[in-house]
């Protein structure tokens, strides 16, 4: 590629020089090029004056029956060994042991579903795999499955959003690991219930806000001071889609997942220079007992709790910033650029599926087959709370 330095020519090479010289561009072009796998003295070279001439060669190999070969029959050589041999990311450790082998993984809510099997891909890595949740019988049954399989799994009964717990294990794990290494964010507390089925429920807003946030939040603070003396970590949030696409029927759970991710957005700016990382990872529908109670999520599809976890492995090595599908990157696009398209199309789900009858506060009935227009919708959207 060639970039003609004449577009730039209207701007005074002192001016340029200057703005090239400020700490936030001097930063950003930095993490721009480590993310292009560029080095940064590729810039100086962007317009430099090249001339291939082989006439030298030639005039040297005159009479000697040697000729030059064509490029095309030799330059697949020489870009083979660069690959092989030089290129800078081949002594990059890419793999998951490579990164939480002998570290100290904290993963919550690791008694089933994306916990239980984010916390098993770390132990198989030889990670120093922690685990919390509140069921203290649930956790020695995966301790026990963990040992059976050859596996070190350190459990502690926990329930977030209990203050003094969650001071007291901080402590514990302060002093006997230094803190932790990796912290997965995943314990969550999950409500499918409309508004108008909520005037006379405000406990259920607390009550995510509780886990979800509150609860995230202390242990967060509680291992970040670790971290910063260190200076490395990384924090990964298990978020939703649904604070991306803004689903009815979640607005508990949404707001809660929400605060959490814009509380990670303040926390990485301020920790971007000391070496702690932020990865808020915005997961689709996962089959998990936390859906269970819903009948309707028994016909859509959905992630299995291994494929979730695979997200949580991307995130730990190579730390972006976050993760999300297709969809629901599409679906904050057309909230930021076309709101009220976005209003009716989940206005359109919210009517085309139903509360359950838990939410609603009936009597529970068997799940109803589904509509056409609800598997097409489902389909196209798939992964989106409903």
């Known amino acids: 590629m060639r970039i003609n330095a004449a577009l730039l020519g209207f701007i005074p090479r002192s001016v340029r020089k200057a703005m090239f010289a400020l700490t936030p561009v001097r930063r950003i072009r930095k993490a721009v090029m480590k993310d292009l796998g560029l080095p940064d003295d590729i810039l100086?070279?962007?317009?430099?004056?090249?001339?291939?001439?082989?006439?030298?060669?030639?005039?040297?190999?005159?009479?000697?029956?040697?000729?030059?070969?064509?490029?095309?029959?030799?330059?697949?050589?020489?870009?083979?060994?660069?690959?092989?041999?030089?290129?800078?990311?081949?002594?990059?450790?890419?793999?998951?042991?490579?990164?939480?082998?002998?570290?100290?993984?904290?993963?919550?809510?690791?008694?089933?579903?994306?916990?239980?099997?984010?916390?098993?891909?770390?132990?198989?890595?030889?990670?120093?795999?922690?685990?919390?949740?509140?069921?203290?019988?649930?956790?020695?049954?995966?301790?026990?499955?963990?040992?059976a399989a050859g596996l070190r799994l350190v459990t502690h009964a926990v329930d977030i959003a209990d203050p003094q717990q969650c001071a007291s294990f901080v402590k514990f794990m302060t002093e006997e690991h230094g803190g932790v290494d990796f912290l997965v964010n995943n314990a969550g507390r999950s409500i499918r219930r409309g508004i108008e089925n909520s005037f006379d429920r405000f406990h259920d807003f607390e009550r995510t806000m509780e886990v979800n946030y509150f609860g995230a939040l202390r242990l967060t603070m509680g291992f970040l001071p670790s971290m910063i003396a260190k200076r490395k970590g990384q924090i990964i949030n298990i978020s939703s889609i649904g604070v991306l696409t803004n689903a009815p029927r979640f607005s508990a759970y949404v707001a809660s997942k929400a605060a959490m991710d814009a509380w990670t957005r303040c926390a990485a700016s301020e920790f971007a220079d000391r070496g702690i990382e932020f990865t808020t990872i915005n997961m689709p529908l996962v089959r998990t007992p936390m859906i269970a109670p819903t009948k309707l999520y028994d016909q859509v599809p959905t992630l299995s709790p291994e494929d979730a976890a695979d997200l949580v492995v991307e995130a730990i090595i190579h730390k972006p910033v976050r993760i999300a599908t297709r969809l629901g990157i599409f679906g904050a696009l057309l909230h930021s650029l076309l709101p009220k398209v976005a209003q009716i199309t989940m206005n359109t789900s919210f009517r085309m599926f139903p509360d359950s009858s838990a939410a609603a506060m009936r009597r529970p009935e068997e799940s109803e087959p589904q509509t056409a227009d609800q598997i097409a919708f489902s389909q196209i959207m798939r992964g989106i709370h409903f």
């Open 44 to 147: 100086e070279f962007v317009n430099y004056p090249t001339r291939f001439d082989c006439r030298e060669t030639q005039r040297a190999l005159k009479g000697s029956g040697i000729a030059v070969p064509p490029l095309e029959s030799y330059a697949w050589r020489l870009w083979d060994y660069w690959e092989r041999h030089l290129d800078p990311d081949l002594f990059i450790d890419h793999t998951l042991r490579g990164q939480v082998e002998g570290k100290v993984v904290l993963v919550t809510g690791g008694s089933s579903g994306i916990g239980k099997a984010t916390i098993r891909k770390m132990a198989e890595a030889g990670a120093i795999a922690v685990t919390i949740a509140r069921d203290a019988q649930a956790l020695e049954e995966v301790r026990r499955e963990f040992e």
